[in-house]
């Protein structure tokens, strides 16, 4: 794996710790700026709205740019964003800078998997796409826990400071090994590209991948208020269970890693359903320690494998979109991203409780089964009526062929581009 898609995923670890530490700052914030604990979580959507906008706007407008120019600008615009927030004594411009940072984030984002793609061969492009989303997986493990800790120790404002710094080393070291080529478009305009993100199983994958980030951001925004007020731990433990969902998103990451090159749709569509009950059991067992911690753990490795193999399946079939595909796969997640903190906060407000997040979650991931059963359904479907030329029999789908996605490669909606 070339050296350059591990700064990538460096320049993403300190993206992400900024994208994720909220959750354990939202008190300190709401507090500190007088404002509700569901109105500080939006600030996690605010983020979240940012990268969905963003995405496919920078993604348009840099996608002529030298990879390296444009990485540098969008991680400089982050930066800079975070010193501004950290200032701020006001709600508004903290919102305001959420909006600007997602809009770079959303843009390093989509010029960041291409680039890794790009530097590597076919068969180890599903571990490239893990290595550059594990930069999230660490963040969650180690950047989100110490921006927790930051924020307990000296108020949230040190935990905006500390991603600036952080950032800093990836600027430096993107500078010096990232090529400086642009591009490869394969000869197509923009429009092309999009007329190609268009199709059936592409747009059904999408809404997959956006219920189920939407699941897992809903329950990840109010962990410190669930496992401090129903389960019962102290406000010193917020770090230890923030790390522990971010050690499981690691593990996740590192199996689909070396999964999802042959198996995404096997690993998302068992993925899902596992969400789905793992999510159900977290809200019933809140209020036990023990139960908590495991299922916290459980619930990281299932979510981001199942987004890793989303991610994966995404890019494999565009591969007729090569600047644009990333960015509607990071719209995709974003999506999820900000509809779940924002299903959350209104739950909460509702006066369901701090438990009720998860039952958004679990609705939200019963809701992801839908499309994926059109997807099994219309592949099956697909699979049955297309059989040796001539004979009228179902081809043998359960038999595939080495290197296919398995008997799960029904996951899809027709036939392979």
């Known amino acids: 794996m070339p050296f350059a898609v591990y700064v990538l995923g460096l320049a993403v670890f300190a993206q992400g710790t900024s994208e ?27 983020f979240a709205v940012g990268m969905v906008i963003g995405a496919p706007l920078t993604a348009l407008l840099s996608r002529t740019w030298p990879r390296r120019r444009a990485l540098l600008f969008f991680l400089s615009v982050f930066v800079a964003v975070h010193v501004i927030g950290a200032l701020t004594p006001g709600y508004g411009v903290l919102l305001a800078t959420r909006v600007v940072g997602a809009l770079a984030n959303a843009g390093f984002w989509a010029v960041a998997l291409m680039t890794a793609l790009a530097m590597v ?29 930051l924020g307990s120790l000296w108020g949230w404002r040190s935990a905006f400071w500390a991603v600036a710094l952080v950032s800093v080393p990836a600027l430096v070291a993107l500078a010096g090994v990232v090529p400086a080529g ?45 496992v401090t007020r129903v389960t019962g731990f102290g406000g010193g433990w917020v770090p230890a269970v923030l790390a522990l969902f971010g050690a499981g998103s690691f593990i996740g990451v590192t199996v689909a890693g070396r999964v999802a090159g042959t198996r995404q749709a096997a690993l998302a569509g068992s993925g899902v359903s596992a969400l789905l009950l793992g999510w159900a059991a ?63 906060g209104l739950a909460i407000g509702a006066g369901f409780g701090f438990r009720a997040p998860l039952w958004v979650s679990a609705l939200l991931t019963g809701a992801a089964l839908v499309p994926a059963a059109v997807l099994v ?33 029904r996951f899809d909606v027709g036939e392979r581009s």
């Open 182 to 226: 642009r591009p490869d478009s394969g000869g197509r305009g923009a429009r092309g590209e999009l007329r190609a993100l268009g199709r059936p199983r592409l747009l059904l994958t999408l809404l997959v991948m956006a219920l189920v980030q939407g699941a897992t951001f809903c329950a990840f925004s109010y962990l410190e208020p669930l």
């Open 20 to 46: 994720f530490m909220l959750s354990g700052l939202v008190s300190g914030i709401a507090t500190d700026l007088g404002v509700s604990l569901p109105a500080a979580g939006l600030l996690t959507s605010a």
């Open 282 to 344: 977290l809200a019933l067992a809140a209020g036990s320690p023990v139960a908590t911690l495991l299922l916290v753990l459980l619930q990281g490795a299932l979510a981001f494998a199942t987004g890793t193999a989303l991610i994966t399946r995404v890019l494999q079939l565009a591969p007729d979109a090569p600047t644009m595909a990333g960015s509607f796969a990071t719209a995709a997640f974003n999506v999820g991203a900000a509809l779940g903190p924002w299903l959350g």
């Open 121 to 149: 061969e076919p068969h180890a492009r599903a571990r490239a796409t893990a290595v550059v989303v594990g930069g999230v997986t660490v963040a969650c493990v180690v950047g989100v826990p110490a921006g927790a800790a």
């Open 377 to 409: 359904f219309a592949g099956t479907a697909t699979a049955r009526r297309t059989g040796p030329a001539g004979s009228g029999a179902p081809r043998r789908a359960v038999t595939p062929e080495r290197g296919s996605d398995g008997p799960s490669a």
